[in-house]
């Protein structure tokens, strides 16, 4: 195997584990507390939307 065959692969490599460590991240960031959960059902029951809710 030449050298830019190995470069190649680690760059390729370090992309994905970039990706992943930007989806863990942004899944702890838009993980919600169970009041907030509790709000939105509510919300959602009275036939309102929810506050900062852009679909």
């Given at each position: 195997?030449?050298?830019?065959?190995?470069?190649?692969?680690?760059?390729v490599?370090?992309?994905?584990?970039?990706?992943?460590?930007?989806?863990?991240?942004?899944?702890?960031?838009?993980?919600?507390?169970?009041?907030?959960?509790?709000?939105?059902?509510?919300?959602?029951?009275?036939?309102?939307?929810?506050?900062?809710?852009?679909?």
């Open positions: 195997m030449r050298w830019w065959k190995i470069l190649g692969l680690a760059g490599a370090g992309v994905a584990a970039t990706g992943v460590a930007i989806a863990r991240a942004e899944r702890r960031r838009r993980a919600y507390t169970p009041e907030e959960i509790r709000v939105r059902l509510r919300e959602r029951v009275e036939g309102r939307q929810p506050e900062g809710f852009n679909p």
